[in-house]
């Protein structure tokens, strides 16, 4: 088993950086024995590896899009229901006069 594990290229990697890991640890932990502040220009190496995500589309104009996707959606939908399934034409979902016309049986004043 020890003989795999040295021939191993990721365990060989995995225990070199738990070996930088513990030297690191023990490096911060004598520096707080001792009172120390970690050196500035350190600090900045360590500051600019971070990654930082840059969006593409800014949150109000995804809302604005998710919105549009919402009513393109209900309205295909719309025509599909009313065009294919039902018994019209699906350009007639576009006119005023049918959703006055739906409205109606809804409220129970049409047929």
């Given at each position: 088993m ?7 290229p990721?365990w ?10 513990s ?60 065009g ?19 409205l ?8």
């Amino acid at each position: 088993m020890l003989d795999e594990k040295r021939n191993n290229p990721e365990w060989n990697q995995t225990s070199q950086e738990t070996t930088v890991n513990s030297r690191v640890a023990a490096t911060r932990a004598a520096r707080n024995r001792q009172g120390k502040k970690p050196d500035t220009a350190q600090e900045e190496r360590v500051k600019n590896k971070f990654w930082v995500q840059v969006r593409i589309l800014p949150i109000w104009l995804r809302i604005i899009l998710v919105l549009l996707l919402l009513v393109g959606a209900a309205l295909v939908g719309a025509m599909i229901g009313y065009g294919y399934i039902g018994d019209g034409s699906p350009g007639d979902v576009l006119k005023k006069e049918t959703w006055t016309h739906v409205l109606d049986i809804m409220r129970g004043n049409g047929p």
